[in-house]
């Protein structure tokens, strides 16, 4: 069985060896026929502690590496420095 990826944006990298990313889906609503918007958050392991707020990242299922812990981070972009 294929491991699931999701992209998303580190929204909190205070945490040691850890991002959280805020994964958003869309999809219809059944009654409204109105597109919604939903997001949750994901804790990913990022060995390097390369990826920082605002970054755009790739996350992959992996087994739990902690209480919170059962993604790691395959992937990201950088964003523009300011």
């Known amino acids: 069985m294929p491991k699931r990826v999701?992209?998303?944006v580190v929204v909190s990298d205070?945490?040691?060896k850890t991002v959280v990313v805020?994964?958003?889906?869309r999809f219809t609503h059944p009654l409204l026929?109105?597109?919604v918007r939903r997001s949750k958050k994901y804790?990913?392991?990022d060995a390097e502690n390369s990826y920082h707020v605002?970054?755009?990242v790739w996350i992959e299922e992996h087994r739990?590496?902690?209480k919170l812990?059962?993604?790691i981070v395959i992937q990201g972009e950088k964003r523009a420095e300011v």
């Open 69 to 71: 812990k059962n993604w």
């Open 6 to 8: 999701l992209q998303g």
């Open 64 to 66: 739990p590496l902690s």
């Open 43 to 45: 804790h990913a392991h």
């Open 22 to 25: 805020r994964v958003e889906r």
């Open 14 to 16: 205070k945490q040691d």
């Open 54 to 56: 605002g970054d755009i």
């Open 33 to 35: 026929k109105k597109t």
